[in-house]
């Protein structure tokens, strides 16, 4: 039987990426890679926003690694606003300029 846990992560995502699509304004959402990757790129009227997604961020690692794809967007779309979705974190492990939207409140928007 299969784990109904299994992949959660990317079912999250999938979730942000369904309520960014039902979203009027914004028109075009990307998958960003360079160096690290952003989840999602898009546009919202003329701001430009880079978003990751996690079910759960616990180790300075994982922090690490969501952080340094939002880090290298900022480089390229130095006007961004970059977010973290997150269902659960350590608050401890972001002191990073960005900003932390708890996923079942992007969720409801």
Known sequence: MADPAANIGR???NAVYLQ???CEDVKEIFYYKEAKEVDFL???GSH???VNVAYRIYSA???RRELSGLEDARRVFPNAECSLIL???DPTLFTEN???APAWKFLIQ
Do not use: G
Request: aromatic share 10%; hydrophobic share 30%.
């Open 11 to 13: 079912r999250l995502e």
């Open 20 to 22: 960014l699509r039902n």
């Open 42 to 44: 898009y546009q919202r």
């Open 48 to 50: 430009t926003s880079c």
């Open 61 to 63: 690692d994982t922090a």
């Open 87 to 89: 269902n659960d974190w």
């Open 98 to 100: 960005v900003t932390i």
